[in-house]
């Protein structure tokens, strides 16, 4: 995606006359710039409210008193292709990418700060020997520890992060309608829309570009394809509008023990939680420690499905089918999936058949699923290949389409969250048991189905 980038100055007016940058005070996120910065003689120019990448001397000249005519060109437009960018950069480090971003956008851009290993962004940026900023979202629910390190890493790097707080009157309203821990039942959105989405919306309102921690190993369901360099999906910039916001992440091509080997060595402080067995790192209630073996990413909200496992800070990252989808969440422009002739599909008499069965001969896996969902199609070949393999092996692999008119039923009756959602039918009990990871390669299903089976 291109996006335009104007080569002239800040649409509020600047000083022609030179100014030393340590009289520049840096403008807080989420406010509005009103300091000047170019007088033309008692008049001013107003440019255009586009997007800009750098500040240019203009060459003024006083035609009357109504008018002025500048001798070079004064709203020189360039289209930047990010796109292009991002395929240039993607075998570059880190610390390449960093520098590019900061040097793009000087003051226009920030860190996004979570008190987790996403330091290293904030090493890499001191490492440029560029000025960066940084931000993080305060909601008020942060482990001890998380609020222990903002402080230690202002102390260590001579900063100030700029925090971000949600809006009282709307803390206060969801807090008494529905308790302090409503998203343990229904879901964790509203509670994050309210504490995280809208406090950032507010903050990337007074920038050009963020820097993110998203690394493309931390959420294989939602991650996998995140570019280096992005126009952002979701969330709008100082200029508004769509295109309007520029989202850098310099680490989405690490994997996490590279990270951790990069903090190890230039001695970066990190959030104890880390050592407790804490990997990814948000509010305490939505956080937990993970086991050897588990995904990082399910320490948090562990309680719901794969798909739900974002916040809504980077729901651009969730792609829409492209078949047509109609209002019951159908497509009929998409093929079926799960096509090994040893997956037994089901019909809905036929999985409550199954769910009455109190004694079988064989123990069942199924899959809930829906077609038209990446995530589904994500594992198709891994759920095939273990079909292929139980084949005669005393387990039966089937397959339950659960969207359209079966939706209401598969959440009501088979603890359908999102798709796809797998059950475990054990020989000897009625009652299917939910499988709780985001890894769904056939060595983690076989071991958690040899585990209850």
């Not at 880390?274 to 509010?283: E, F, L, Q, T």
Request: one cysteine or more; glycine letters at 6%.
């Amino acid at each position: 995606m291109a996006l335009a980038i104007n080569v002239s100055s800040s649409s509020s007016p600047i000083s022609t006359s030179s100014l030393p940058s340590s009289d520049l005070k840096a403008p807080q996120i989420g406010s509005l710039r009103l300091s000047d910065r170019i007088n033309v003689s008692s008049a001013s120019l107003r440019l255009s409210g586009k997007q800009r990448s750098s500040v240019k001397a203009l060459n003024v000249q006083s035609i009357t008193k109504q008018s002025m005519v500048a001798s070079e060109e004064v709203d020189v437009i360039e289209v930047e292709d990010f796109e292009e960018l991002a395929k240039k950069l993607e075998t570059a480090s880190p610390l390449e990418i960093m520098d590019k971003a900061l040097e793009k956008f000087g003051n226009d851009i920030a860190i996004a700060f979570s008190g987790a290993e996403d330091v290293a962004l904030i090493e890499y940026a001191h490492l440029t020997g560029r000025p960066y900023r940084v931000f993080s979202l305060d909601t008020g629910r942060l482990n001890p520890e998380t609020y222990r390190l903002f402080d230690t890493v202002e102390k260590h790097y001579g900063i100030r992060i700029e925090y971000m707080f949600p809006d009282a009157v709307e803390v206060q309203a969801l807090v008494r309608n529905k308790g302090l821990f409503s998203f343990y039942e229904d879901g964790h959105q509203e509670c994050c829309r309210i504490r995280k989405v809208r406090p950032l919306r507010r903050a990337l309102k007074g920038l050009r570009a963020w820097i993110t921690g998203q690394r493309k190993d931390q959420s294989p369901g939602t991650r996998s394809e995140i570019p280096v360099v992005q126009v952002d999906p979701v969330f709008e910039g100082l200029d508004g509008g769509a295109g309007s916001l520029v989202k850098w992440n310099p680490v989405a091509n690490v994997e996490g023990n590279d990270v951790w080997s990069f903090l190890r060595t230039m001695d970066v402080p990190v959030n104890t939680l880390h050592a407790a067995g804490y990997v990814s790192i948000g509010c305490e209630p939505c956080t937990r420690a993970v086991l050897p073996g588990q995904h990082e990413r399910e320490g948090r909200w562990w309680w719901e499905d794969a798909k739900a496992k974002e916040c809504g800070l980077h729901k651009g990252n969730i792609k829409e089918s492209n078949a047509a989808v109609n209002v019951n969440g159908t497509a009929s422009t998409v093929d079926d999936i799960f096509k090994s002739e040893n997956v037994v599909s089901l019909s809905r008499q036929g999985i409550e058949n199954l769910m009455k069965l109190e004694n079988r001969k064989e123990a069942w896996i199924v899959v809930l699923y829906a077609p038209w969902c990446p995530f589904c199609q994500a594992m198709e070949a891994s759920f095939d290949d273990l079909a292929d393999k139980l084949g005669g092996d005393g387990v039966k692999v089937a397959k339950f389409r659960a969207d359209g008119d079966q939706k209401e039923f598969a959440k009501s009756e088979l603890q359908l969250g999102s798709f796809p959602t797998i059950l475990v039918f054990p020989k000897n009990s009625s009652r299917p048991i939910k499988y709780p990871s985001e890894k769904r390669d056939v060595d983690s299903l076989t071991s958690f189905l040899n585990l209850v089976r």
